[in-house]
DNA sequence: CTCGGTGCAAAGCTTTTGCATCCGC
DNA sequence: GCGGATGCAAAAGCTTTGCACCGAG
């Protein structure tokens, strides 16, 4: 999936209320560091985010970069994982479906997966324990089984 | 629960048969962390861990322990957790049901939940993917909704 | 006696913080 | 112009690594 223009223009009217509703200011650095995350694949950490962005018209601050991504954290633009490893991963969360992850443990790719169920248990805890989830986080910790996998440790 | 020393003679012995199993040594210091972590309650990181036997007979370093919480996690005595912050947490595994976590967003405090329908799940991704899932982690981030909640930010 | 394990400290990495400067409002 | 935001670099915090010494096999 490429850059969504369409679907840019709608996270950033997002961004945009979010910004307002709690008086933060509206700097281009913001807007460059989503649109940046809006035409990236899959999961990226910071470095890597802080890296794509050096080489472009907008040279951001690593504090910058941190401080900006806890904001789009915060009103659900960016999902934020810890895949097990003292490195935070991080991918937008706008215009996709609800999934988790399976993680290889022989190669540690990271495959997508839905299930529905999920939201059941969720209603469930939250009654017994009288908690509101607000959202969960669910990794198997998996090894391939096909003949042919390719996903063998390097 | 106290220390139970009939588990940890168990728990002993199955780490020794690991041991010999990849031909590691039989340390005291591996058998001294081991004692140590079943007779802790909870979860706890490696520096409190580490501060615990400080004061006791056997004064281990910080590498010992990171070395043994790996042997100890390939084993599946101790699990490992990563609840969102840069600082693995572990808990002994052996003894005790099968069990998730939930965090409340506004104190951070974990509270554990049994739900047996995560099995499902784990063998429908198995089945679609053709992965053998060997372990999961599920995390549900929750507020407290009990109107005497002690659990209010600090 | 050998070589894996330990202890200590230094190094490595990610993330946070302090402070001067900048600029949105 | 005020006060929040940025940029840079230093600091902090957890984990890993290097190396000399120790001790399990």
Same mark, same amino acid.
């Given at each position: 999936?490429?850059?969504?223009?369409?679907?840019?223009?709608?996270?950033?009217?997002?961004?945009?209320?979010? @910004?307002e509703?709690? !008086? #933060?200011?509206?700097?281009?650095?913001?807007?460059?560091? +989503?649109?940046?995350?809006?035409?990236?694949? /899959?999961?990226?950490?910071?470095?890597s985010?802080?890296?794509?962005?050096?080489?472009?018209?907008?040279?951001?601050?690593?504090?910058?970069?941190?401080?900006?991504?806890?904001? @789009?954290?915060?009103c !659900? #633009?960016?999902?934020?994982?810890?895949?097990?490893?003292n +490195?935070?991963?991080?991918?937008?969360?706008? /215009?996709?479906?609800?999934?988790?992850?399976?993680?290889?443990?022989?190669?540690?790719?990271?495959?997508?997966?839905?299930?529905?169920?999920?939201?059941?248990?969720?209603?469930?805890?939250?009654?017994?324990?009288?908690?509101?989830?607000?959202?969960?986080?669910?990794? +198997?910790?998996?090894?391939?089984?096909?003949?042919?996998?390719?996903?063998?440790?390097?």
């Amino acid at each position: 999936m490429p850059f969504n223009q369409k679907i840019y223009e709608e996270v950033k009217q997002i961004f945009i209320a979010y @910004l307002e509703s709690k !008086d #933060l200011r509206k700097t281009p650095e913001r807007y460059a560091i +989503l649109e940046e995350i809006y035409s990236l694949d /899959g999961h990226f950490d910071v470095e890597s985010l802080y890296a794509k962005m050096k080489d472009k018209e907008y040279r951001v601050s690593r504090a910058t970069v941190y401080n900006t991504l806890d904001l @789009l954290v915060e009103c !659900d #633009l960016v999902s934020k994982h810890q895949f097990g490893k003292n +490195l935070a991963q991080f991918e937008k969360s706008f /215009g996709y479906k609800q999934h988790d992850h399976l993680i290889c443990t022989e190669c540690s790719k990271v495959t997508e997966f839905c299930d529905p169920r999920i939201q059941n248990i969720q209603n469930t805890v939250s009654e017994l324990l009288h908690f509101k989830v607000m959202h969960h986080s669910l990794i +198997l910790y998996a090894s391939c089984t096909k003949v042919n996998c390719e996903n063998k440790k390097v």
